[in-house]
């Protein structure tokens, strides 16, 4: 009988959350064949199988968060019992001993009782449960002695018709690590945003004579800004109280894919030709939607831009990617009547830039500056 193990996919990585089996019990597994859907704190991967045989049984379902090795399933041969398995984590019990023990359990708590007392409840109340198949010790009573009335199981039916009207799913794995970070980012920091209107008008020029994306254009600028401001391009470690300023410019790129926000990182990026970071750019959005992004593409980020122009948004107020300093969010471009140096009016391609920042580290002129100095390169660009 071969062990099924939650794997460990990163050095950092403790546990795994299940999304979902590919495979039920009693089904045939070749080995290689995609076998469950694991996501850690970082990424989503399948897991093959490691071996061929049938899956005799899933220890723990889906929407479950496992700690890495601990056995999650088992595939033996055809035929093969599980009585002949002992759970190496807890060898006093094996599977079907653990499945006689909720069998037993169930036994013991009948309908009508509560921990092996039979609870205590009106005729009718009894009567009206019994028609429901309905476990009185789920049923908080509010006779005397916690004595359950007609009203306490009409109480529980309706609160309970209207839980089965609602979809209620678990986050998933990344999805609860989006919801960590960004709760982490909220208390921990001071955050403030400053924002500022930009024209881009030569800058879209130039992207389409190069076909490249807008996008890759402001990266390239990006990485040349933090070059000069390298205060922006930092950690800060609230606990240690540690400044860390880097000298590689790793810059993140927020993308939006079907299970969640993910931020693959451009590395070294104020080194890179504008052509080589359009087509990495366009590398690392095509992995994180696909799923097919790695532990080493989403790691080292030392600042992040994040881009909801084409989703129709002007502006926002972009949250901390922690331990980050400060993050530069894009919104929509659009055209505008702007009055010029002389006085003329002319329809130009507006848009919004908002820079947060951590206000510990990073005082609110220095944010003007780094504002500026973006804004001078995006209206007069140079992307050689």
């Keep these: 009988m071969y062990e099924i193990k939650m794997p460990k996919f990163g050095l950092t990585m403790e546990s795994g959350f299940i999304e979902k089996w590919f495979k039920k019990e009693g089904d045939m597994v070749k080995e290689g064949e995609p076998l469950l859907e694991v996501s850690s704190e970082k990424i989503t991967n399948e897991v093959a199988s490691p071996v061929s045989g049938i899956l005799l049984k899933i220890i723990f379902q889906e929407q479950e968060e496992i ?4 056995v999650i399933a088992l595939i033996g041969e055809e035929g093969e019992k599980l009585k002949e398995y002992q759970a190496k984590e807890e060898p006093k019990k094996s599977v079907v001993e653990l499945e006689k023990e909720e069998i037993s359990s169930t036994k013991i708590a009948s309908p009508d009782t509560d921990r092996g007392r039979r609870r205590k409840a009106s005729p009718l109340a009894r009567k009206i449960a019994q028609e429901k198949n309905l476990d009185l010790s789920r049923i908080k009573g509010t006779g005397p002695d916690g004595r359950i009335e007609k009203c306490d199981i009409l109480n529980f039916l309706s609160f309970a018709s209207k839980e089965e009207e609602l979809n209620i799913e678990k986050l998933s794995g990344l999805r609860r ?11 921990d920091a001071i955050t403030l945003t400053n924002v500022t209107e930009i024209d881009f008008t030569e800058l879209k020029k130039i992207s389409k004579e190069q076909k490249v994306s807008v996008t890759s254009g402001l990266i390239f600028i990006l ?28 810059i993140g790129i927020a993308v939006d894919t079907d299970k969640g926000l993910m931020v693959p990182v451009i590395r070294e990026a104020d ?14 959005v095509d992995k994180s939607r696909s799923g097919a ?3 080493r593409d989403i790691k080292d980020s030392t600042f992040t831009i994040t881009n909801l122009g084409m989703m129709r ?13 400060a993050i530069l969010g894009v919104g929509r471009i659009l055209k505008k009547p702007c009055i010029m140096e002389d006085d003329k009016i002319a329809i130009r391609e507006m848009a919004y830039l908002s820079l947060s920042y951590d206000h510990r580290v990073i005082d609110g002129a220095d944010a003007a500056r780094f504002l500026d100095k973006i804004a001078q390169y995006i209206e007069i660009p140079n992307l050689e």
């Design 67 to 70: 700690k890495v090795g601990t």
């Design 271 to 284: 080194k890179l030709k504008l052509k080589t970071i359009n087509e990495q750019l366009k590398e690392l």
């Design 293 to 295: 992004i790695s532990e």
């Design 313 to 325: 948004t002007d502006f926002f107020t972009p949250i901390l990617n922690p331990p980050e300093v």
């Design 177 to 187: 690590t989006i919801m960590e970070r960004l709760s982490k980012s909220f208390h």
């Design 223 to 250: 990485a040349r800004v933090l070059k000069e401001l390298n205060k922006f391009n930092a950690h800060f470690n609230t606990e240690k109280k540690e400044y860390i300023l880097f000298k590689n410019i790793n």
